[in-house]
Nanobody, 119 residues
Framework: QVQLEESGGGSVQAGGSLKLSCKST?????MGWFRQAPGQEREWVAA???????SYADSVKGRFTISRNTGMNTLYLQMDSLKPEDTAKYYC????????????????WGQGTQVTVSS
């Protein structure tokens, strides 16, 4: 059974940086990040596959960087130039298909880690 565990969330001031990590119990080809702020719909953030394919939501493009250490079954999200509107609970997701990760219809979800950005 694939289990995902996020870490690295916290509180930071606007303009600061955080790096999230996600450890998977097994290798899954496609992984990504979603986020959800209170009272708002879940939003896709970024996705990556083992072939080097990467995609970002327009809202984070140029500020966030997704990467993975395939051998360690670990996913990362480097978040720079953070804004208050980035405040949300961030979820690690995984699936065998890249499109499923982007669309949020993933087989596997983590429990989430909170990111709070103050102005």
């Amino acid at each position: 059974q694939v289990q995902l565990e996020e870490s690295g969330g916290g509180s930071v001031q606007a303009g600061g940086s955080l790096k999230l990590s996600c450890k998977s119990t097994y290798r899954v080809d496609c992984m990504g990040w979603f986020r959800q702020a209170p009272g708002q719909e879940r939003e896709w953030v970024a996705a990556i596959d083992t072939g080097g394919g990467i995609s970002y939501a327009d809202s984070v493009k140029g500020r966030f960087t997704i990467s993975r250490n395939t051998g360690m079954n670990t996913l990362y999200l480097q978040m720079d130039s953070l804004k208050p509107e980035d405040t949300a609970k961030y979820y690690c997701v995984a699936d065998h298909w890249f499109e499923n990760v982007v669309r949020g219809i993933c087989n596997y979800w983590g429990q989430g880690t909170q990111v709070t950005v103050s102005s």
